[in-house]
């Protein structure tokens, strides 16, 4: 859990709630595991830095106020939004390097990885943006109106859930095209999707209600099938 004020990064243990906190760089926004190691996100310091068993091994330049934060499936890379930048950058888990870096749209906000391929919400652009690695590149992009922000990825259904604060609606996904919307609590800020039911929860800025869909499967024609 980043730690915004205190410019730190919390590791909760579960069931017992132990928490360790360790010393990051400025402003901490966003994080990803991958490698056996947490990459966080510094929004104000344009850093990445990485934390490995407690301690901070390393603090690696970023694209300006870095945003998002993900991994891809594999965990072999992680990549970062820099919002103020408009621009993505993807690095090796292992050794730390850069991969390269490349412009998002007009608003990235955030990322999520799915199998060897990044998506990045483009809410000032209205769009999702598929991002390939080799090299780093805008793949594909899907139009997405509605101003969207929070991103979930379904990885046991391949689905993307998407939401949309200026229509108080969710969009659900595949890697390119829209299959459908639901309708959320205001200003759906969040979004996350249970792995093993599919149950979608979204989060609201507005009023701080979370909100819970039970979406069902989607066919062709819409219907659902529980």
């Known amino acids: 859990v980043p730690a915004e004020r205190s410019d730190e990064i919390l590791e909760v243990s579960l069931p017992g709630g132990r928490v360790r906190a360790t010393p990051v760089g400025r402003f901490p926004h966003d994080a990803a595991a991958a490698g056996g190691r947490l990459w966080v996100g510094d929004e104000l310091g344009a850093s990445v830095s990485v934390v490995e068993d407690g301690r901070l ?17 594999d965990r072999r890379h992680v ?19 850069s991969r390269g870096k490349a412009d998002v749209g007009i608003g990235p906000t955030h990322v999520a990885g799915a199998g060897g391929r990044f998506f990045v919400v483009d809410t000032r652009g209205n769009a999702l943006l598929e991002v390939r690695l080799d090299p780093v590149r805008i793949h594909r992009r899907t139009h997405l109106a509605g101003t969207p922000y929070g991103i979930a990825l ?3 259904r391949r ?10 609606r969710v969009a659900e ?8 919307y639901f309708p959320t609590v205001r200003q759906p800020n969040s979004v996350a999707v249970d792995p093993d039911s599919g149950r979608v929860f979204v ?13 069902g499967r989607y066919t062709d024609d819409g219907t659902r099938i529980r």
């Open 173 to 180: 996904m595949t890697d390119r095209r829209i299959l459908r």
């Open 57 to 73: 091994l390393a603090q690696l330049a970023a694209p300006i106020q870095p945003g998002g934060v993900a991994a891809t499936t």
């Open 203 to 215: 989060a609201s800025r507005k009023d701080g209600t979370l909100q819970l869909l039970d979406p």
């Open 79 to 97: 990549a970062v939004v820099g919002v103020k930048e408009r621009a993505i950058e993807v690095y090796d888990s292992r050794t730390l390097q």
């Open 159 to 168: 689905r993307y859930w998407v939401t949309l604060t200026a229509q108080n």
């Open 154 to 156: 379904d990885r046991a």
